[in-house]
């Protein structure tokens, strides 16, 4: 047995969700599992359905993009997933989607406003859109680059990864992160929930105002605050 199995494993487990949970049709998706220790992380194979994948199928790469092991393609994203894994030394799992709402404001090149509270639980702050990439990125290493794209709108924004797990690269999709491939795809569900209310929320009331300071911190802090009583000991 591959010494990767777990992560396989856990990646495999994953991507399966994302049909499940209505996150991509076809192949427009993809998830890895990385462990830090062994300096690699699983990735979904390249246009392969959901429905034929396995375990065994997943790809395992390192943190420079390189396959380790594994007889197919990576997914055409996989050197997005390298770069942040070897930025971002808190995660260990990335989800990246076309679902319908959050790649709808990704390609409007909009923030996702915290309208409501089912926003504040996840995140304190508006869903950042990244700056559409310039043309001198987009004609070298495109995938590659993605990876900067995304940690530049947030250092530039002065936002943490580890406060803001997910991300709209603008005229592109979502990509979402977590300490696990399982919480990874968590955001990413949240992020499209999310996607979805704060567009019905403006065609309900176009001068809908953001969330009050007072809420946010109410509702975030009770799940994820030291003094924070939402779920069981």
Known sequence: MSKYQHIKQEAFEANMQLPKLGLVLFTFGNVSAADRSLGVFAIKPSGVPYQELTPEKMVIVDFDGNTVEGDLRPS???????????????INGIVHTHSTYATAWAQAQR??????????DHLTA?????????????????EYQTGYQIINCLNERGLSYT??????????????????????VYNSAVLESVAQMSHLTEQINPDVQRLKSSLIKKH?????????????N
């Open 76 to 90: 055409s994203d996989t050197k997005t997933h390298a770069v942040l894994y070897k930025n971002w030394s808190d």
């Open 111 to 120: 923030d996702i406003p915290i309208y409501g509270t089912t926003h504040a």
């Open 126 to 142: 508006d869903v950042p859109c990244a700056a559409p990439m310039d043309d001198e990125m987009i004609q070298g290493d495109y």
């Open 163 to 184: 406060d803001i797990e997910m991300i709209l690269v603008g005229n592109h999709a979502p990509f979402t992160w977590g300490k696990t491939a399982a919480k990874a």
């Open 220 to 232: 975030f802090e009770r799940k994820h605050g030291p003094l924070s009583y939402y779920g069981q």
